[in-house]
């Protein structure tokens, strides 16, 4: 079992800059790749990127130019760093993980392992 807990949402207003946080705790070793999803209100979810086990990352078009995912030395924890943000950047953010290394459209179709709650961002005009 994996655990993942998101943190660091809040208001921002646009062209601001925040940095998401997902910490992983439980069976880490199994994770093949961790990704960032979001929800906003009246839509469905959708994939913001991802990083693999290995550093590799892709990410959506639409965030592609603002958006990087990292992670950190313990490699538990993954960032989100969203800068320029936007009103339409606005919804909840879930850290998700895959323990069999999917491709990019099995990410978008959610195939993914273990899910965190979520953390909100709203970006004001």
């Known amino acids: 079992q994996v655990q993942l807990v998101e943190s660091g949402g809040g208001l921002v207003q646009a062209g601001g800059s925040l940095r998401l946080s997902c910490a992983a705790s439980?069976?880490?070793?199994?994770?093949?790749?961790m990704a960032w999803y979001r929800q906003a209100a009246g839509k469905q979810r959708e994939l913001v990127g991802y990083?693999?086990?290995?550093?590799?990352?892709n990410s959506a078009d639409s965030v592609k130019a603002r958006f990087t995912i990292s992670r950190g030395n313990a490699k538990n924890t993954v960032y989100l760093q969203m800068n320029s943000l936007k009103p339409e950047d606005t919804a909840v953010y879930y850290c998700?993980?895959?323990?069999?290394?999917?491709?990019?459209?099995?990410?978008?179709?959610?195939?993914?392992?273990?899910w965190g709650k979520g953390t909100l961002v709203t970006v004001s005009s």
């Open positions: 998700a993980a895959d323990q069999y290394g999917r491709s990019w459209n099995e990410y978008l179709s959610y195939r993914m392992d273990y």
């Open positions: 439980g069976s880490i070793f199994s994770i093949a790749a």
């Open positions: 990083i693999s086990s290995g550093g590799s990352t």
